[in-house]
């Protein structure tokens, strides 16, 4: 008898669990569209730093913007607005390194993003175009490497 309830309750509580939990798409939750809306404005800030020649601020902003990027990517299925975003800081930081000579470091930042833009679904006329500048890019890199 004891047994027949050991086994009634046990079958009990493994129906009572519902199974596994269902999974939320982290890239529908509210802080993942305020992150990306926080990068994106963070992306701004430093690209106009950067053209006003104020290129501290521009590496501060970046240096402060990285872990947002990192979060955002760090989903399964990110957002095409926040691998953008994510993208743009890399290039504005490769471009950087870049003025400044630092070929190596810039380079990998751009193919950071060609391999973004080429493995991107759907491609657009948008992805192309990115993926076409970090081609660029690199190749203004490698003139400087070799």
Same mark, same amino acid.
């Given at each position: ?10 079958? $009990? ?6 199974? !596994? ?5 982290? $890239?529908?939750? @509210? ?5 990306? *809306?926080?990068?994106?404005? &963070? ?5 106009? &730093? #950067? ?6 601020? &521009?590496?501060? =902003?970046?240096? +402060?913007?990285? !872990?947002?990027?990192? +979060? ?5 299925? @990110?957002? %095409?607005? &926040? ?5 743009? %800081? ?9 003025? *400044? ?10 193919? +950071? *993003?060609? *391999? ?5 679904? @759907? ?7 990115? #993926? ?5 890019? =690199? ?8």
């Amino acid at each position: 008898m004891r047994l027949l309830a050991v086994v009634c309750l046990t079958f $009990a509580l493994v129906s009572c669990g519902g199974g !596994p939990a269902a999974t939320r798409d982290p $890239a529908q939750e @509210p802080w993942y569209r305020e992150t990306t *809306n926080q990068l994106a404005a &963070a992306d701004r800030q430093a690209e106009a &730093a #950067y053209k006003d020649g104020k290129l501290d601020d &521009a590496s501060a =902003i970046i240096e +402060k913007s990285e !872990p947002l990027a990192t +979060k955002l990517l760090s989903v399964t299925k @990110p957002t %095409l607005e &926040a691998v953008e975003a994510a993208s743009d %800081l890399d290039d504005l930081y490769g471009r950087m390194l870049l003025s *400044n000579r630092h070929y190596g470091w810039a380079r990998l930042l751009f193919q +950071k *993003n060609l *391999n973004r833009w080429k493995h991107w679904q @759907p491609q657009s006329d948008e992805t192309a175009r990115r #993926y076409k500048l970090a081609t660029s890019e =690199i190749a203004e890199c490698d003139k400087h490497i070799d």
